[in-house]
């Protein structure tokens, strides 16, 4: 049974013990891993991510009245409100609030349903546990009402529930992905044009492997949001729309150093994206090698969102041969590195990577050995 089908049937199982009779909809969303491309979705660039074999679940069945009740396998203490909520309560429930305030302004009935949720995807490690979640509530409460709608719909409103109702101001690239993903490929995004193409990843001889640092710093999302903000203040500075339309030539334009290295991240990590691509369509997975070391120096230094723990299980992981490339992945400040290497190599390099990181920080790395899987998978039941 693939891991999708498996968290359908967790979500089912959950929904029935919890409500007493099955539910009217189920959807499966995965989580994703993004090869390179770290902070240029919101800024009009381009992104390359897949999606992963980590999955959230959702089982619901819709109400006749405004009651919402959520279950999770992640939370004790059921939620449970007479009405849908227009604002955030603090919580994880947000994510579900969120779709569902934006949704019922294109969705016919009255708002009130009934979820089970289950994941097992890691919360915080980078790997869009959120997406995942608001993606496979969209999709639920769209297949439960028996309404179509365009994957891109469905993800620029699960982007804006995150960015209005949440409150943190992310891309599209983790939506996009969870809803277009196809197994045995990359997504190259153009998050501006919203045009999108299949990139081949590397065949068996190779694997990816996420270590994770099991930092989860606050600082993340209000660092993120704020690097945004630096991002927009540099693209008006300069006159732009975005930063993807900056050019290296611009950055003598730029007076504050801070702002500079910004940009410099942004318009580099864009060229990267293309790079690798290019490398992946020529079958030429070698060549990633030095794009995703480069991706994680501009992110230590330009950007500034990484941390101690990540850059050492980064020079970790490049002092084995088996390794082809390694970087962190995600907003910053902790989560995951992405390792790319030799599949025969794996067991050594998970050994050398704990073992090197305990020494400097006395505790281990959680890793996954993650492959690429299909987009969301959903199902009306009645």
Not at 16 to 45: C, L, M, S, W
Not at 249 to 257: C, G, H, K, T, Y
Request: net charge neutral; hydrophobic share 45%.
């Amino acid at each position: 049974m693939s891991a999708a089908h498996q968290l359908d049937e967790r979500a089912r199982a959950l929904f029935r013990k919890a409500f007493g009779y099955p539910p009217g909809a189920v959807a499966v969303a995965p989580g994703r891993i993004n090869i390179v491309g770290e902070h240029t979705d919101y800024n009009q660039g381009f992104v390359l991510p897949a999606a992963i074999d980590r999955h959230v679940g959702v089982a619901l069945r819709l109400r006749k009245d405004g009651r919402v009740v959520l279950h999770s396998d992640r939370y004790s203490m059921p939620v449970e409100v007479a009405d849908l909520p227009s604002r955030r309560q603090g919580n994880w429930a947000d994510y579900v609030f969120g779709v569902a305030d934006v949704l019922r302004l294109h969705t016919s009935g009255s708002p009130g349903f009934e979820a089970a949720i289950v994941s097992d995807v890691p919360v915080g490690a980078g790997l869009s546990s959120s997406g995942a979640l608001e993606v496979a509530v969209a999709v639920s409460l769209l297949a439960a009402r028996g309404e179509a709608m365009p994957p891109l719909q469905i993800a620029k409103l699960c982007q804006a529930a995150e960015n209005v109702f949440v409150g943190a101001r992310t891309g599209i690239m983790d939506p996009f992905i969870a809803l277009r993903a196809r197994g045995g490929n990359a997504i190259l995004l153009d998050c501006r044009s919203l045009e999108d193409q299949y990139v081949p990843l590397p065949d068996g001889r190779f694997v990816w492997l996420l270590a994770d640092t099991r930092i989860r710093h606050e600082l993340a999302s209000s660092a993120y949001n704020q690097r945004r903000k630096e991002c927009e203040a540099a693209a008006n500075a300069l006159g732009l729309a975005s930063l993807r339309d900056a050019k290296e030539s611009d950055l003598e334009r730029i007076e504050n150093p801070v702002d500079r290295r910004r940009v410099r991240h942004v318009i580099t990590e864009d060229a990267r994206v293309l790079q690798a691509a290019d490398a992946l369509r020529r079958r030429s997975p070698k060549g990633l090698g030095p794009i995703l070391y480069a991706s994680h120096e501009s992110l230590r230094l330009d950007f500034a969102v990484s941390c101690r723990e990540l850059d050492c299980l980064v020079e970790l992981a490049a002092g084995m041969p088996q390794v082809i490339g390694a970087r962190m992945m995600g907003g910053g400040f902790g989560g995951c590195v992405l390792v790319l290497l030799d599949a025969a190599g794996l067991d050594d390099l998970e050994q050398h990577l704990a073992e090197g990181y305990a020494e400097e920080f006395h505790r281990s790395p959680e890793f996954y050995r993650v492959r690429s899987v299909d987009g969301v998978m959903s199902e009306r039941t009645r």
